[in-house]
């Protein structure tokens, strides 16, 4: 079965560096089973966009809740469908964290991902999974994919116990339907099998900033 992989750069790299990445990434051999998405910060997805040769797909880390028009400083989900963007992470707890979004901002900006034909990837916490549910429109969300990711595992290299996040996979889809279930959380190339026999991938930060080390987690689509 194809497994998902992103890599999250959040906000790191620049024009050079995600070049350099992309021509050793291109360079590798990605298994047929694995769907590679690579989400870049807004001012890189140009640089990305040029390597969709190989086989790879565009995310976006965020999106305006707002629709095109007079919203200084914002980037509309029309503009990434205009990018060839076919994805947009979502409710990032650092999104929740930093820049104290809500779960009505969360509910906002998936209606305009979806309104525009792009697909959400909504990253949710144990605690926040029915709350999130209930202010969305709806829940039947075309193409939703959604990524568990304990704020307690991110970026600490601290990934969470199988059992918990076969756990929590199970509340997600009681909640938002049979739907892909990532998950996200200090994944790494030595992790990463384990997770991909309980869910439908991995949502990766760290471990997918240098390309080497994002291959050989991709790699693991392999064993599958
Ligand atoms: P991490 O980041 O792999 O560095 O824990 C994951 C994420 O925040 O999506």
């Given at each position: 079965?194809?497994?998902?992989?992103?890599?999250?750069?959040?906000?790191?790299?620049?024009?050079?560096?995600?070049?350099?990445?992309?021509?050793?990434?291109?360079?590798?051999?990605?298994?047929?089973?694995?769907?590679?998405?690579?989400?870049?910060?807004?001012?890189?997805?140009?640089?990305?966009?040029?390597?969709?040769?190989?086989?790879?797909?565009?995310?976006?880390?965020?999106?305006?809740?707002?629709?095109?028009?007079?919203?200084?400083?914002?980037v509309n989900?029309?503009?990434?469908?205009?990018?060839?963007?076919?994805?947009?992470?979502?409710?990032?707890?650092?999104?929740?964290?930093?820049?104290?979004?809500?779960?009505?901002?969360?509910?906002?900006?998936?209606?305009?991902?979806?309104?525009?034909?792009?697909?959400?990837?909504?990253?949710?916490?144990?605690?926040?999974?029915?709350?999130?549910?209930?202010?969305?429109?709806?829940?039947?969300?075309?193409?939703?994919?959604?990524?568990?990711?304990?704020?307690?595992?991110?970026?600490?290299?601290?990934?969470?116990?199988?059992?918990?996040?076969?756990?929590?996979?199970?509340?997600?889809?009681?909640?938002?339907?049979?739907?892909?279930?990532?998950?996200?959380?200090?994944?790494?190339?030595?992790?990463?099998?384990?997770?991909?026999?309980?869910?439908?991938?991995?949502?990766?930060?760290?471990?997918?900033?240098?390309?080497?080390?994002?291959?050989?987690?991709v790699a693991?689509?392999?064993?599958?």
């Amino acid at each position: 079965m194809s497994k998902i992989f992103i890599a999250n750069w959040k906000s790191n790299k620049t024009q050079t560096s995600a070049t350099e990445w992309l021509e050793i990434f291109s360079g590798s051999a990605i298994p047929a089973s694995a769907q590679v998405i690579i989400a870049p910060a807004f001012p890189l997805l140009t640089t990305v966009k040029q390597h969709l040769e190989v086989p790879i797909r565009l995310a976006a880390q965020d999106v305006s809740s707002f629709p095109m028009g007079s919203y200084t400083g914002a980037v509309n989900a029309q503009q990434l469908k205009d990018l060839s963007v076919e994805y947009v992470i979502v409710g990032h707890s650092e999104r929740r964290k930093y820049f104290h979004e809500t779960h009505a901002d969360v509910a906002a900006k998936i209606a305009q991902i979806v309104a525009n034909g792009l697909k959400p990837v909504l990253c949710l916490d144990e605690e926040y999974i029915e709350a999130q549910a209930d202010a969305l429109e709806t829940r039947d969300i075309p193409g939703l994919i959604v990524a568990y990711e304990p704020l307690e595992a991110i970026g600490n290299g601290h990934n969470a116990p199988a059992d918990q996040v076969a756990k929590v996979i199970q509340k997600i889809k009681a909640a938002y339907g049979d739907v892909p279930v990532i998950y996200g959380g200090s994944v790494d190339e030595r992790s990463v099998a384990e997770y991909l026999l309980i869910c439908d991938g991995v949502l990766v930060g760290t471990a997918a900033l240098e390309a080497d080390s994002f291959q050989r987690v991709v790699a693991a689509a392999a064993t599958e």
